[in-house]
T-cell receptor
Framework: DAGVIQSPRHEVTEMGQEVTLRCKPISGHNSLFWYRQTMMRGLELLIY????????DSGMPEDRFSAKMPNASFSTLKIQPSEPRDSAVYFC??????????FGPGTRLLVL | EDQVTQSPEALRLQEGESSSLNCSYTVSGLRGLFWYRQDPGKGPEFLFT???AGEEKEKERLKATLTKKESFLHITAPKPEDSATYLC?????????????FGQGTTLQVKP
């Protein structure tokens, strides 16, 4: 299996622009997580889907952030409009029937 | 509030010099404690899951142990390739059972 796939791997954009991050979970996994990692706050959960349904979005910082999971093999995290404080590494992780979450390589986002 | 604290923040060892990393946690009912390894520019890589006090797990030079308040990651005779950031995370029984709460990590450097 290729593992969790994320794209793009790097994104540089200007403040105010829309940013879309993409994730393909491991085939057969039914839970998907979006995390954000910064030096100040470490790894934080943004939102969690189970069977394509959002279960917990309490970590989404504000209305500028939205996430979708239209099917079992694809999810997006959108930031509109982006701000410099959104600069971070965004990770997607997927989980099957056990408790272990497997992480993707991350998307490094820089908002200028 | 569920919380994870890791110490030390950074650790430098000579090759072959054994040591331990600490993860102290406060959680409302532990579902599982997870150890991950993260190399620069990559996503966290799963190492171990521990479920109950007294449990131990080993993998090569790494051994993870768990008590009711903390977990240790023991590194025996480390090699330079063990250099990485080690992350500890807990998952609680209550509320959103999928959510992982991460510590800030311990960055280990092993010098030849």
């Amino acid at each position: 299996d290729a593992g969790v796939i994320q794209s793009p791997r790097h994104e540089v954009t200007e403040m105010g622009q829309e940013v879309t991050l993409r994730c393909k979970p491991i085939s057969g996994h039914n839970s998907l997580f979006w995390y954000r990692q910064t030096m100040m706050r470490g790894l934080e959960l943004l939102i969690y889907f189970n069977n394509n349904v959002p279960i917990d979005d309490s970590g989404m910082p504000e209305d500028r952030f939205s996430a979708k999971m239209p099917n079992a093999s694809f999810s997006t995290l959108k930031i509109q409009p982006s701000e410099p404080r959104d600069s971070a590494v965004y990770f997607c992780a997927s989980q099957g029937h056990g408790e272990t979450q497997y992480f993707g390589p991350g998307t490094r986002l820089l908002v200028l | 509030e569920d919380q994870v604290t890791q110490s030390p923040e950074a650790l430098r060892l000579q090759e072959g010099e054994s040591s331990s990393l600490n993860c102290s946690y406060t959680v409302s009912g532990l579902r599982g404690l997870f150890w991950y390894r993260q190399d620069p520019g990559k996503g966290p890589e799963f190492l171990f899951t521990l479920y109950s006090a007294g449990e131990e797990k080993e993998k090569e030079r790494l051994k993870a142990t768990l008590t009711k308040k903390e977990s240790f990651l023991h590194i025996t005779a480390p090699k330079p390739e063990d250099s990485a950031t080690y992350l500890c995370a807990v998952q609680a029984h209550s509320g959103n059972t999928g959510k992982l709460i991460f510590g800030q990590g311990t960055t280990l450097q092993v010098k030849p």
